[in-house]
C-alpha cells in the first residue's frame, strides 16, 4: 500500500535543500502517527494525506505550508480534531484524539485548543470584549481579569472593547481573534491563514502578535499558510506535497521559503 | 448563551419584529377573545346581581327539561302570591309579568339586532331594580314607561304613542314615565318596558297567572332559610331561588351561551392564527439557523456543546415568544376593543364593561404563545447542532441535512393517519360532543401538518408548473423566479402552507357555508308550496290568530301557520327535539312533504293523538310508523303519539310535527313562527292585501316566497362575512410569513443579486423575479389550501348528509379566493422587492 509507505513520505526528494530543524521532538504538544485521509472510494477516492508523521514542538511556531491541494488543511483539521483521519493517530497534550466521542472532542476544544481562521473569527452581534471572552462564557467559567486584561493591552485594542465587529477594520477584527484564542491559554493554537484576508501592514501587526505569544507566554501555534512572509516568523517550516510531508525545516528567510515553494510548485 | 440569542435578536430586528408579529397577532386574537367574553359576561354579572339586589328570594314555574334553545315557560297561579305572604319570615312578596314582544313607534318595528324587547309589569316596592327618572310609573291600562336609553334613541316623551305586539295582539299605548334600570340607561341591546300588571296578564296571555314572585325576607331570616321554608310550603311547580342564586344562574346562562357558541369559534380562529404562527417562526428559524451557519460551527469550534447551541437559538425562541406573548396580551385587548366596535357596526348590541384581563387569559395566551414559539423552533435548534465546527473553515457549504430527515415521509405518514384517526374518532367516535369536536380539529391540524411536510416533495414541480407562464410574460425575472422558489423547496413549501392553512379553514367554511345555503334552498323549493311567507321581524312570533286573520283576505286561498316549540322525548333517551304544530286540514296545501311512509292523506286524520316524524328524530328514537312515544313539554304536560308517518326535512320542519289540538295541548301559549299563503291572483296586488290585513301588527314581515329564502341566505351571509374577517387575520399573518421569507432569501442572496445587477439586470427585473417568486408562493399555498379546504368540506359534510348539509363547491368563490392569494403574493413582495432592487451593486460583490 502505497499510502501506508512511510519511508518514502518522509524521505526528502530532489531539490533546493533547506537546514533540517534542530527542535527537541520529545517535547511535542501534538503527535501524528501515520496519518491518512481518504474521500471517496474506489476509483474515484482522492488521497488526502498519504501517510504522515508529525510533532509539533511545544512553545514553537510551526508553520505548515504548501500548494493548494496539498493536504495541508487537512492536515491541521485533523491534528485539531475537526476531522477524522482515514488511518492513524493524533495525540494533544497527552490525549488520543482520534477515538474521542463528539462531546469529549468539544471538551477538548473547550480545553486544550485555540483557532485562528481566514474569515468570520468573530460573532457579528457581541462586542470586541464578548468576543474574546467567548471561550470562557461557552465554558461557563469565570475569566482571568489579570490575563484578559495583558491580552487586552498585548493586542493593542483598549480603546475598541465595545465595537462591534463590523465597526473594526480587518486587521483590528483578527486581532481580537487572537486575544480570543489566547484567552483559555490553550495547549496549542491552530491558525488557519491568519492573514490572508488582510493587507501586508495589518497582517504584520497579527504576525508579530504571534510570534509575542510564543516568546512572552511560550505558545505553542501551528499556523497553515501560503504565504512566504507570514512563514517566515516560524521556528520550524513544513512543506506538504500531494499528501506527504516533503520538507521538515528550521527557520528560513522568505527568499528561502520562495524557493522551496517554486520547486514545489514546478513538481506537479 | 442567553446573551448571544439577545444580542441575534436585537441584530436582525426586522426578521424577529416579522417572525414575532405571526406569534403576537394568534396571542392578541386568543387573549381578545377570552377579555371580549369576560366582559360580557361580567356586564351581565354586574346588571343581574344590580336586578336581584334587593329581592331575597324569588319563585318562578319550574321548567321539566333545561335545553340549549331557552324552552319557554309559563307562569304561576296569581293566588300563590298570597301564600307566599303565609309562609312565616316573609316580609314582603310581589307577584308580576314579564314578557317578550315588541314596539312600534310610529308605525316602525324598534330593531333591537337580536336583543329582545322584555316587558314586565311595574311593582311599587324597595325591591324593584328600576328607578324612574322622568314621569311616573304605569298605573292605568293602556299606559307604559320606557328605559331611558330607548326613549333618547327613539325621541320618546311623556304622553308619546308606542304600538306594543305581545303574543295575544297589538295594543295602543302611552308613555307615562321614564327610567333606568340597575342603574342603567339600557340592559345590552334589549328594550325594557314597564307595564301596569293587568296589561302585562292581557298582552302575555297569563290570565290569573304571575311570571315570578320576588320575595324579601323578615329581619333576622336568612333568604337561605326563607327559601327552604318556602320549597317546603309551596307546590312542586315552583322553582324557589335565592335572589344571589337567581342571579348566578341568569348570569351562567349567558356564560354558557358564550361559552358553546361565540368563545369555541373565536378560540378556534385564534387557533388556526397560532397554527399559522408557528409554520412561519419555524421558517424564519430554519433560514436564520442556514444563514449563521458559520456563526455556529464558530461557537462549536470554540468549544461550545451540542446543547449549548440548541440553547442559544431557543433562547432566542424563548425571548422571542414572551416579548411577542406579552405584546400580544396587549394588543388583544385592542382586539377585543375591535370586536366591540365591529358588532356595533353590525347593529348587535351587547352590554360591554370595562376590558379585564383575567388571570386565565394570561396564562393562556403566554402558555400557548411561548410554547407554540419553542416548539416550532425545536427542528431548526436541533439542525444547528448538526452544522460541524469544520463548517467555520469552510465558505458555502450547506446546511447538514436533519439526522432523521430520510424518514421524513414516514412521519408525515404517520401523522397523517393520526390525523385522520382524530376526524374519524371525531366524526363517528363516542364521547360528548366537545371531545369530539375536539378530536376533530386536532386531527386536521396534523393533517395540515402532515400536507405541510409532504409539500416539500412536490413544491418543485408545482412551483415548475405556476411560474411557467410568469417566464413566458418577462423571461429573465420569470426564469429567476421560478428558479427561485423550486432552489429550497424546504422553504418554499413552509412558506406556502403558513397560506395554505389560513386560506384551507377559508374555503372550508365557504364550502361548508355554500352546502348548507344551496341545501336550504333546494329544501324550500321542495317542500314550500305557498306563494307567501309571514314570518315575524326581530326573531319574535306572530300573534296566534295570524293564519286565521289571514284566510279572510279575498285573494288568499290557504293559509296555514306552524307553531314551534321545544319538547323532550320520553323514554329512556330523552332528548330535545322541536315540536312542530300544524294545521292538519290545510297544511298540505301549502307544504309538500317529502314522504318516506305515509302520505298526505294521514294529516287530517292525525287527531290529538297521531305525530310525524322527521326521518333523523325517527332514527334516533328509533321508532317506525305505528309505535308510540311521549314528549314532555318545558312546562311538564305530558302527552303520548303513535308515529302516522316520517318524512324527510332537514332544514324545515325538523323534529315532529303535530296536529295543532295536540300542540295546543302541550302548549296552551301561541308560538307561531311562520304563517304560509297561497294566493289566487297577480301577486304585486296579493301581497299588499296581506300587508293591508296585517297592517296593525307592524311586527309581520310579508314575502313572497322567494324573498323569504332570499332573507335567510342573507343571514347566512351576514354570518360568513364575520367569520371571514375574522379568517382574514390569519391570512395577513401568513403575508408577514412570506414576506419575512423572501427578505431573508434576498439577503441570502445579496451577492448574487449584485452580480445581475453587474451584467446588466435592471432594478425593475430584479424587482420583479423577487414579486413573481413571492406570487408563486402563495399560488401554491392558495392551491393547496384551496384543496385541502375542499377535501375537509367534503369529508365534514359527508359525514354530516343526514342534518341536510350538501356539498356544493361555490366555484366562482374558489376564483376569488386564488385572486386573493395572489394579491397577498404582491402585497408581500413589496419590501423585500424594493430592497433586492435598492442592493449597491459594489458592496454586494465584495459582501462576504
Redesign the interface.
Known sequence: METMDREATQTAPAGPACEASDLDAADAVVVARGITRDYGEGDAAVHALRGVDVDMVRGRLTAIMGPSGSGK?TLM?ILAG??EPTAGTVEVDGIEITSLK??EL??????K?G?I??????????TAQ?NIE??M???GRKGDGQWVGQLIDTVGLADRLDHKPAELSGGQQQRVAVA?ALVGRPAVLFA?EPTGNLDSKTGDQVLDLLRRSVDDFGQTIVMVTHDAHAASIADRLLFLHDGRIVYDCGRMARDEIFEVIKSLEDRR | MIRIAWRSLLAHKLRSFLTALAILLGVAMISGTYVFTDQISRAFDEIYSEAFKGTDVTITRTSSFSSDYGAAVGGLPESMVEDVRAVDGVKEANGYISGMGAIAVDGEVVETGGSPTLFFSYVPSAMSATSYVEGDPPTKPGEIAVVKGLAEDEGLGIGSPVTVIADTGTYETRVSGVFTFASESSLGGSLLLNTTFEDGQLWFDLDGQVSEIDVTAADGVSPDALATRLRAALPEEADVKTGEQAAADASQQISDALGTFINPVLLSLGGVAVLVGAFIIFNAFSMTVAQRRREFALLRALGALRRQVMWSITGEALVMGVLASVLGLVVGMGFAAGVNALMKALNVDIPTSSLVMQPRTVIVGLVVGISITLLSAVVPALRATRVPPVAALQEGATLPAARYSRFTPYVAAAVAALGVLGMVNGMYGVGSTTQRLLAMAVGAVLLFVAVAMLSKYFVAPVAGFIGWPLTRVAKTSGRLARDNSMRNPARTAATASALMIGLGVVVFVAVFAQGLKSSFVDGFDQVVRADYVVAATNYLTLPGDTARRLEYVPAVDTSAGVNIQVVQTGGAKKTTTTLNGVEPSTFSKVWSFDWIEGDDTVLPKLGTDGALLEEQTARSLGVKVGDSFSVQSPEGEKAGFEVRGIYRDPMMLVGITVGDAAYDRLSPRSQLYMVLVTATGAQGADKAALEGALADVPTADVMTAAEYKDMMVGSINQLLNLLYGLLAMSVIISLFGIVNTLVLSVYERTREIGLLRAIGASRRQIRRSVRYESVITSVIGGVLGILVGIVFAYVVTTRFGGMGIKFSVPGAQLVVFLVIAVVVGVLAAILPARRAARIDILEAIHYE
Open positions: 488543511s483539521h475537526l476531522d463528539e462531546r468539544t471538551q477538548l476544544r473547550r480545553d485548543i483557532f481562521f481566514q474569515t468570520l473569527n468573530l460573532l457579528p452581534t457581541l464578548e467567548l471561550p462564557t461557552i465554558a480570543r488557519d
